[in-house]
């Protein structure tokens, strides 16, 4: 006993002089720590909704670009326009950060989100032409009927409070199922919403895992409470993956037959998915049957959970921004007259204002706050700043898009920022990112959220129970509190709303 506890101190005052001895200051100003561990005391245990203060607190104290050490590693984080673009328009440093990105390969393994190197290049040259603007034409309809059902259960609720949160998961879900996959969900069917419940258990506990250095080591976390949850829950995600992949395999399968004429076949079927099955007969060594699970389940999360976060953001501002939702309402009239038909690819173009106010809900509201690159090569940021190869650089979307430079009176909603003709910096507004790696998605996502919104605007008035809101800095920026509002029916009228002071 007395040689183990020997042995068992030499061998922590060698492991505390190696740490000494390899320990070296960041380059850059910023938060110090201990040798190793760095700063990664300051995050234990705190909470998602404390994420983003603290960093902002960094900025504050040691500026726009500042650098931290985290559990051995290098981070600099940059939250300037100009700093950000040297990074975001590099073709070699394109790889996420292998530490943060390293926990979501338990959920995408490595689809489009997480992979690297030349699997990346591939997959994205293949799946890209599934976003082409002939198809996303083809995807209107779709989400206009889903967006009538969507407004008819918020005028059920007789004008009574109602909260949003699970409906506007429930809508994103069902669209993205039906025009990427293929697939129609039941309503009826309790899986759907035990699909939601899972994805933002996996999501929150991801967030948890994170805050926790000790729920780093797999064989840990798996066994921990919260890992044995997370497992369960991500049974649950993939299970139902696999069968939204065999539906519409079988249908792909049975309409190959039938149809005769490549052409029309091709015509009809404008599917994500079929696309995928497709890839897989004609490109079998570039794309397989593994990689087709791998994008389905990085395509229905990432397809509906930042979609729904953007519009409940979306119904905080219209119920208490009443000017913003009546300007929209007269721009919708300007587009549809009295007509209740439902929008076409061919109005979305005419939705000028509402494409404003999306993109300031996207300033104020960014869905991915926080996100990071591992460095291949050093990365030239000025004159006077190089940031060696194998640093991390963290994107603070949140803070850029507050930038004092760049944007005046940052933390007020204006979307008059976004008028036709005004010019922004390019890297000032990045709620898809931007160069190489920017999201694939990103056309689909503001045809989906303007069609929702135009049917909603139409039909609702929107009034609030949720004031105030705070935020939850987790993967995907949400609300922290459920937001609630009134729905009253329109009726062809518009309110009459006093004018806001300026």
């Known amino acids: 006993m007395i040689v183990i506890w020997g042995l068992s101190c030499v061998l922590m ?113 293949l799946l890209t032409p599934s976003f082409h603007n002939k198809i996303l034409k083809s995807s209107v309809e779709t989400v206009g009927r889903n967006a009538e059902e969507f407004v008819s259960q918020l005028l059920a609720s007789d004008g009574k409070p109602i909260d949003i949160e699970d409906t506007t998961h429930l809508l994103t879900l069902k669209i993205i199922c039906e025009t990427a996959m293929g697939v129609k969900l039941n309503t009826k069917d309790k899986q759907q919403n035990e699909y939601v419940k899972a994805s933002r258990i996996c999501h929150d506990t991801l967030v948890y895992r994170y805050l926790r250095f000790w729920l780093f080591p797999d064989f840990i976390f798996r066994r921990s409470d919260v890992g044995k949850r997370f497992i369960k829950s991500l049974k649950l995600i993939h ?37 995928l099955l497709e890839l897989v007969d004609s490109n079998p060594d570039l794309f397989n049957e593994s990689n087709i699970r791998e994008e389905v389940d990085t395509f229905l999360i990432a397809g509906h959970n930042p979609s729904a976060a953007t519009l409940k953001f ?40 509402l494409k404003m106010v999306i993109n300031e809900t996207l300033r104020l509201y960014p869905t991915i706050p926080l996100y990071s690159r591992c460095l291949k090569e050093d990365l030239l940021i000025d004159e006077k700043t190089i940031i060696p190869a194998g640093h991390t650089v963290a994107v603070f979307t949140y803070a850029v898009h507050r930038s004092k430079k760049h944007w005046d009176n940052p933390e007020e909603f204006i979307p008059e920022r976004f008028a036709p003709g005004i010019e922004i910096h390019p890297f000032s507004f990045l709620p898809f990112s931007a160069g190489p790696r920017n999201c694939i998605g990103q056309k689909y996502a503001m045809m989906e959220l303007k069609i929702i919104i135009s049917t909603l605007v139409r039909q609702c008035w929107l009034e609030p129970v949720t004031t105030s809101v705070s935020l939850d800095y987790g993967i995907t920026l949400n609300p922290v509190e459920p937001i609630i509002v009134k729905a009253i029916p329109r009726n062809g009228t518009r309110r009459m709303i006093p004018e806001r002071n300026s």
């Open 13 to 125: 005052v060698v492991f505390v002089r190696f740490l000494v001895k390899n320990w070296k200051p960041s380059m850059l100003p910023g938060p110090r720590g201990f040798p190793y561990f760095g700063a990664a005391f300051s995050v234990v245990g705190i909470s998602s909704k404390d994420i983003i203060p603290l960093i902002i607190k960094w900025c504050d104290e040691y500026g726009k670009m500042f650098g931290v050490k985290m559990l051995g590693a290098n981070y600099v984080f940059v939250s300037e326009p100009e700093l950000v673009k040297p990074l975001l328009t590099s073709s070699i440093n394109i790889t996420k950060g292998r530490f943060e990105y390293s926990f979501l390969k338990l959920i995408f393994n490595d689809g489009l989100i997480v992979s690297d190197g030349e699997k990346w290049r591939s997959n994205r040259r």
């Open 239 to 275: 299970e139902v993956a696999d069968q939204v992949i065999k539906k519409r395999k079988e249908l792909y399968i049975a309409e190959k037959n039938e149809s005769k004429n490549e052409d029309s076949r091709k015509k009809e079927r404008n599917a994500f998915l079929d696309n």
């Open 314 to 353: 979306l119904h905080f501002i219209l119920a208490n921004r009443p000017d913003v939702q009546e300007k929209l309402y007269d721009e919708q009239v300007d587009i549809f007259g009295d007509s209740k038909r439902m929008t076409t690819a061919q109005d979305l173009e005419k939705m000028t204002y």
